[in-house]
């Protein structure tokens, strides 16, 4: 049974602070990695993908990969209130989209305090 | 958004009934998926597929039939629908690097 494990919060940051996310995972075949983002009544969209071990950095945004230790995390420095949402930790067995789909955790709850 | 489209948006039936879900997108991608999100347990797959006609289960199969019979169309069945069945159905496409959602449909039964 592949599980996803991510702390479920909230997490609550000041804004221009940064907030940290963290996942595990328990596969080790797990090849790619993604975050996504959830709004409370929307669809999941996509903030970054990782396939290889170290720092990936996108704008504010940085996903950290160890698959020594199943751990993946995202950093989001200068947060803003509309960073506020659901964080969703997602795990494929394979490079790309994922074709026999992902496993996702069940999210974490960010909260950005003005 | 990758022109993934869903419908309906909302759905209330009754336990017992048929419900058919369906899922189209614009951009000629191979892989499709079905998903279901619930409060506590996140987004669970459903079934995917691979193709034409090629279709496989997910973790959460049981009680869920598919069909695809045009690259564009993914079509998710509850053949008698019943309240554990209650929750938002989102459908994804496979691109290069990720998967992306379509705007989910909201499933109410009664």
């Known amino acids: 049974q592949k599980e996803v494990e991510q702390n479920s919060g909230p997490l609550s940051v000041p804004e221009g602070a940064i907030a940290s996310l963290n996942c595990t995972y328990s596969?080790?075949?797990?090849?790619?990695f993604f975050w996504y983002r959830q709004y409370s009544g929307k669809s999941p969209e996509l903030i970054m993908f990782?396939?290889?071990?170290g720092d990936k950095e996108d704008g504010r945004f940085t996903a950290q990969l160890n698959k020594a230790s199943q751990y993946v995390s995202l950093l989001i420095r200068d947060s803003q209130p509309s960073d506020s949402a659901t964080y969703l930790c997602?795990?494929?067995?394979?490079?790309?989209?994922?074709?026999?789909?992902?496993?996702f955790g069940k999210g974490t709850h960010l909260i950005i305090q003005p | 958004d990758a022109g993934i489209t869903q419908s309906p948006r909302h759905k209330v039936t009754e336990t017992g009934t048929p419900v058919t879900l369906r899922c189209h997108q614009t951009?000629?991608?191979?892989?499709m998926y079905w998903y279901r999100q619930d409060p506590g347990h996140g987004l669970r797959l459903i079934h995917y597929?691979?193709?034409?006609?090629?279709?496989d289960k997910g973790e959460v199969s049981d009680g869920y039939s598919v069909s695809r019979s045009k690259t564009e169309d993914f079509l998710l069945t509850l053949e008698s629908a019943t309240s554990s069945q209650t929750s938002v159905y989102f459908c994804?496409?496979?691109?290069?690097?990720?998967?992306?959602f379509g705007p989910g449909t909201r499933l109410t039964v009664l």
């Open positions: 596969d080790r075949g797990s090849q790619s």
């Open positions: 994804a496409i496979s691109s290069t690097d990720t998967q992306y």
């Open positions: 951009e000629n991608h191979r892989y």
């Open positions: 990782i396939y290889s071990n």
């Open positions: 997602a795990v494929g067995l394979i490079s790309g989209g994922g074709a026999d789909g992902l496993t």
């Open positions: 597929s691979y193709g034409v006609k090629d279709t």
